[in-house]
């Protein structure tokens, strides 16, 4: 904790809110892409807070005695993805918290680059939407979805960057926008937020087919799909759903 403060601490306010910009740097990181040369420049090569997870810093003269004399940054190909594609149960999530309306973020490339496929988004929401619904479907870049967290810290829950907000977080697949006027309330959002995927994560489904009573090597039409959150009491409250397969589709 301590030295996550620290960082925090040290961070430096630029004046601008590249909101789509760093997006979408984090949307590469969570996929494995090349990190943009929003990584190579500012507070991510400088000591403090430490360099992006990309950036190494290498020796690029040498002197007589053989210590260094100059240091230089070296960038790695690709980001080291933190999704885990071998855990079947695993979710993976992006909150995005911003106190301003976008500014200086006017890169839409940044986004088209990752969704592709002829992306033409042409303003900093329309972009961030886009790739919310691309990082939201089945399995962008071949990795698994990401869900895309909203939190509007001083902003009005009536204005239009609000509503902007909530556009993203529907495409995202989280549907609400968290507000917060002071530290307590930003705290309690963030707090909010990893419950909620704790809670969601660690919800168990297990599919079965129904059998012919008649036949018992003959499966019906049936699948039951039952829904449950492991509990420390020995009473849960299940959900059990009932689908029909529709042969005549198959």
């Known amino acids: ?146 869900k895309t967290w909203q939190i509007g810290f001083g902003i009005g829950k009536n204005s239009s960057q609000a509503g902007n907000m909530l556009d993203v977080a529907d495409a995202g697949g989280t549907e609400k926008v968290y507000f917060a006027e002071n530290a307590e309330e930003l705290a309690q959002a963030f707090i909010d937020i990893m419950n909620l995927i704790d809670r969601n994560t660690r919800s168990i489904a297990s599919p079965g087919v129904a059998v012919s009573q008649a036949n018992r090597f003959q499966n019906l039409d049936e699948l039951y799909y039952a829904l449950f959150e492991p509990a420390e009491s020995s009473y849960w409250q299940g959900n059990l759903k009932r689908y029909r397969m529709d042969h005549a589709n198959q």
């Open 1 to 146: 904790k301590g030295e996550i403060k620290g960082l925090v601490n040290n961070l430096q306010g630029t004046s601008n809110t590249p909101l789509m910009e760093a997006y979408t740097e984090t949307a590469r990181y969570m996929l494995g892409m090349s990190p943009s040369d929003y990584a190579e420049k500012g507070e991510a090569i400088t000591e403090t807070p430490r360099r992006a997870v990309n950036v190494e810093r290498v020796c690029t003269k040498w002197n007589k005695q053989g210590n260094c004399n100059q240091y230089g940054n070296r960038f790695d190909s690709s980001y080291d993805s933190p999704i885990n594609m071998a855990n079947q149960c695993e979710s993976n999530h992006i909150v995005v918290m911003t106190d301003g309306a976008p500014t200086q973020d006017t890169d839409y490339s940044s986004a088209r680059s990752i969704i592709g496929g002829g992306n033409k988004c042409g303003s900093s929401y329309a972009c961030q939407t886009d790739l919310a619904a691309f990082l939201n479907a089945e399995s962008p870049k071949d990795m698994k979805p990401v």
